[in-house]
């Protein structure tokens, strides 16, 4: 079940007032505890539940006097690894859960002051509410009656109303790029840093590229073995606790999941990290930004989106008056056909908007618009034109007219001349 708690309030009234500080001057932080509880169901098969608690997390020593009392309390004492060296802002920006953490199976004592082979582990993560960062830090708590048997998730160690749970901070695992977003052909710096309380961990890293289902591993280095696969991580680097990963000149096939993985074991941390492919496309007329037509004339009017990606655009076609008074409410044209998306050999794609312009005098002095719409846009792209209209020129043809007319009467003008000439010529000449 779901614990309610009557400090609740008391929880928000604290959190609002610490809201602008920074973690760092605060000594407590609410955060919600994700307990597990494993059963059987009606088909014998074994069903985790997760129940939700109210927490917080208490920087202190042992003997410090809680904060609250009333909540389930996860006391972290000092140590050489504080996550609260890399959290950015305020502590309204925060939303922080505790997990259980399964060792797998694995028992073993971790190279630490009173530390034991029956220690429990937690998981404790912080997450920016705007996604600049994701901290996972992995706390120990040695129980003062160790169990012979390691707790795993069949038979965890209960933690129940208003206890303390005394913890030490270990070992982190962070990133400051949860979520990226690039354009083709940039490099690019994926973010994983992590922090252990001991030197000379024995470490691994590794590097995983999970994309449309297939999982491929990018890089891999034992520090017990020294043996390195793959590159763009670097080992000095590494040496002082980064992990980052180099993707030098991104296609298309870059975008994914990557997975940054730290193990010293007992411990596994790891940081899942979404790279996106944001290239925005580029916008053109087939007209320039004066179009001029007579009535009866037409003009076909292309529209050009070129080298987007992903596939999702809108590209739409607009009508409004620039008349004084006009409604400035713009129509959305209908007669407007689409080409096929085309690809092209660098993964973007190209799509056409064109309609048939044959105008009225009622058109002139109307504006048309393409608009764009893309993921990689803050705001859509506006391309346009106006179009003024005018009626063929009859003056023109009555001259053109007049002229034919003059032509032609001097053509029979001459020919009669001649005519007139070679008759008396005819006369003139003797029988």
Not at 6 to 17: E, H, I, K, N, S
Not at 188 to 215: I, K, M, Y
Not at 260 to 270: D, F, I, Y
Not at 415 to 428: G, M, V, Y
């Amino acid at each position: 079940m779901v614990l309610m708690f009557g400090g609740l309030l008391p929880v928000l009234f604290f959190t609002a007032a610490v809201s602008s500080q920074s973690i760092h001057e605060v000594p407590w932080l609410p955060c919600q505890f994700i307990d597990e509880h494993v059963e059987l169901n009606e088909e014998g098969h074994r069903e985790t539940k997760y129940i939700h608690r109210d927490a917080g997390l208490q920087f202190g020593q042992l003997g410090d006097s809680l904060v609250h009392s009333e909540l389930i309390t996860f006391l972290v004492t000092a140590s050489k690894v504080d996550m609260r060296r890399y959290v950015k802002g305020g502590v309204d920006t925060l939303q922080c859960e505790v997990r259980r953490y399964s060792t797998g199976g694995i028992q073993m004592r971790w190279p630490g002051m009173g530390a034991q082979e029956q220690d429990l582990w937690f998981a404790c993560t912080l997450r920016h509410a705007e996604g600049l960062f994701v901290i996972t830090t992995f706390l120990r708590h040695s129980p003062s009656n160790p169990n012979a048997m390691q707790p795993d998730f069949q038979h965890w160690t209960p933690v129940t109303d208003r206890d303390t749970v005394s913890t030490t901070a270990v070992m982190i695992v962070l990133s400051n790029t949860p979520t990226v977003e690039v354009g083709l052909l940039n490099d690019q710096t994926l973010n994983c840093e992590f922090a252990v309380d001991h030197r000379s961990a024995h470490l691994t890293v590794e590097w995983r590229l999970q994309r449309r289902g297939d999982r491929s591993k990018l890089f891999t280095y034992s520090s017990r073995s020294g043996q390195i696969e793959g590159s763009g991580v670097s080992l000095k680097a590494i040496a002082k606790g980064d992990a980052s990963l180099k993707i030098p000149s991104t296609k298309h096939t870059s975008e994914g999941t990557y997975i940054c993985s730290v193990q010293v074991p007992p411990l596994l941390g790891t940081q899942d990290i979404s790279l996106h492919i944001m290239e925005p496309p580029r916008v053109s007329l087939s007209v320039s930004s004066e179009v001029s037509l007579v009535v009866g004339g037409e003009q076909k009017v292309v529209c050009e989106s070129v080298g987007y990606y992903p596939l999702d655009v809108h590209m739409e076609w607009l009508k409004e008056s620039l008349s004084p008074g006009a409604s400035r409410m713009p129509e959305v044209l209908k007669v407007v056909m689409y080409s096929s998306h085309r690809r092209h050999q660098d993964g973007t794609y190209s799509v056409s908007a064109f309609f048939l312009l044959q105008p009225t005098l009622q058109d002139s002095g109307y504006r048309y618009t393409c608009r764009v719409s893309h993921v990689a846009l803050r705001v859509p792209i506006r391309k346009s034109f106006t179009l003024s209209v005018t009626e063929e020129d009859l003056v023109m043809w009555y001259i053109f007219l007049i002229g034919l007319i003059l032509v032609v009467v001097v053509i029979l003008a001459w020919l009669c001349s001649k005519i007139l000439a070679d008759r008396e010529a005819l006369k003139s000449k003797p029988y």
